[in-house]
């Protein structure tokens, strides 16, 4: 016997739901109200436009159908704009029916459609992952939605458990499957230009995998990226936060993010979801993560900024709300492989560019402008510069430091050859030559004590390349410590950030 249900979704898909439903059911006998006739295995069919028609069936329905009859309302949305008593009626039938054997099954394109008091004596039955959200098997209304709301999943009776983002930071506490079906459902149905996403694997788990290649997400760490991400990351999400501070304070008149949109002719801004899988594991391996996320927590979410713990324990030093848990679709592996690859949801901003020399490519000075030796790493602004060594009377000289093999007599001949003229300059790799004070001296050294103070102490250029020791580091030891083992790569002294040299 048929329970009271409802389908939702596509019309294709709630046909393909239906038509099981009811040949499962040889014995019910179908009556159905719904636009013109449709092959649906019915006992009769009546169109939504025929008042009278439809009348008379709700009537027989209400006055006592035998049992083993089924009331099919086919499409709610336009059979209800078609008679204003459908709802009271079909309520009455789906309360009292089920007692003597009357069922009632209504199909809907969207959840909302239905009314809150029908759906109390209705089961809801999304036919998958795509009529959950109500996107079209085409996936052409994919991205639609601006309110940071979505489907996580079902209750037991069938219907969405709907989470809300804008609520705030918050916790997971439900299985890797339940993560990701939230996830997945919040990138199905927002694009890029509303919501983005940070994801960090602390436990190694693969927990975000899957939805590592969707365009929506600016940025995934994981255990295996670089020693050095960490620290550049907590300087890009210093760097946003002050981004978005900037644009609100800027615009005047703006508490926060929401009255920064309302005025036209801003630069589009999205929200930001910052997912944290492990966040023990994410505090050992950088322990400033823990204040930087509540930072974030405090001053972010005025301006677009959630984080969201799962797969451990935030300890944070307040309680948390949770996100809902839910049952994910059947289909939640198959969309999984197919949903974060399809394209038209825009591109998230980049929040940390890849680091330098990642790409496997050479860097060459005639691919920088004219004076420059290099490129500098800037995190905290989201972008990279040219270095470009400028030699003043105050900033007279220069030092590139570094262990054997690191590149310091290459980035020596890169600086000549980008200076050009060096009647000015004395530059020695190694000791050697009497230091001529009267012109800007540039020296190679295998430790910053090797360098002159005098030269120390007036750093135009100060390039410091991999160490022996990183505690001898000007800049500072944890950064010297993850200079990579490749010539060229180091730290600028005066940017205190990451830098590659060209060759010459």
Aim: glycine share 10%.
């Amino acid at each position: 016997m048929i329970r009271n249900f409802a389908v939702v979704g596509p019309w294709q898909a709630t046909r393909e739901r239906l038509t099981a439903a009811l040949q499962a059911a040889p014995g019910m006998a179908v009556y159905r109200i719904g636009r013109g006739a449709d092959p649906l295995p019915v006992s009769a069919s009546f169109d939504a436009a025929d008042r009278s028609g439809c009348r008379s069936l709700l009537d027989w329905f209400e006055r006592g159908a035998p049992s083993g009859a089924v009331l099919l309302v086919d499409d709610w949305a336009l059979c209800s704009d078609l008679d204003p008593e459908l709802d009271r009626t079909v309520e009455w039938v789906a309360a009292f029916g089920p007692a003597r054997g009357v069922q009632v099954v209504v199909t809907a394109r969207k959840w909302a459609d239905l009314p809150d008091r029908l759906r109390g004596h209705l089961h809801g039955e999304p036919t998958d992952f795509l009529a959950l959200h109500g996107i079209d098997a085409d996936l052409s209304d994919m991205w639609q939605r601006d309110d940071l709301v979505a489907a996580a999943g079902v209750d037991d009776r069938g219907w969405p458990v709907h989470l809300r983002v804008e609520t705030g930071s918050a916790v997971h506490r439900g299985s890797p499957d339940q993560l990701q079906s939230a996830l997945l459902g919040l990138m199905a149905t927002h694009p890029a230009q509303r919501l983005q996403y940070l994801l960090i694997d602390g436990n190694g788990s693969g927990i975000f995998d899957p939805l590592a290649f969707a365009s929506q997400v600016a940025l995934t760490v994981t255990p295996d990226s670089d020693d050095a991400l960490p620290a550049r990351l907590l300087d890009a999400l210093a760097g946003e936060l002050h981004r978005r501070q900037e644009l609100v304070h800027n615009a005047g008149r703006c508490r926060n993010l929401d009255d920064y949109r309302e005025t036209a002719g801003r630069e589009p801004v999205a929200d930001l979801l910052i997912c944290v899988d492990g966040p023990e594991a994410l505090y050992d391996r950088e322990p400033r993560f823990r204040e930087h996320l509540l930072t974030l927590m405090r001053a972010g979410r005025g301006l677009g900024i959630h984080v969201l713990y799962s797969g451990g324990e935030p300890q944070t030093p307040y309680e948390l709300p949770e996100w809902p848990l839910a049952t994910p679709t059947y289909d939640l592996v198959e969309m999984l492989e197919l949903l974060p690859h399809a394209a038209g949801a825009g591109t998230a901003r980049e929040i940390l560019l890849p680091p330098l020399g990642d790409d496997g490519t050479a860097l060459r000075l005639d691919m920088l402008p004219p004076g420059a030796i290099g490129v500098v790493d800037k995190p905290y602004e989201h972008r990279r510069d040219v270095l470009v060594p400028v030699f003043t009377a105050e900033l007279r000289h220069g030092a590139i430091v570094g262990a054997p093999g690191t590149g310091k007599s290459t980035a020596l001949r890169a600086l000549a050859a980008a200076l050009g003229d060096l009647s000015g300059f004395q530059l020695l790799d190694g000791p050697g030559e009497p230091l001529d004070p009267q012109r800007h001296i540039v020296v190679t050294a295998r430790t910053w004590d090797q360098v002159p103070p005098f030269i120390r102490d007036s750093l135009a250029l100060g390039i410091e390349l991999r160490l022996d020791d990183p505690a001898t580091s000007l800049v500072s030891a944890h950064s010297a410590a993850h200079v990579p083992h490749r010539p060229g790569l180091g730290l600028s002294v005066r940017d205190k950030t990451a830098v590659r040299i060209a060759l010459p």
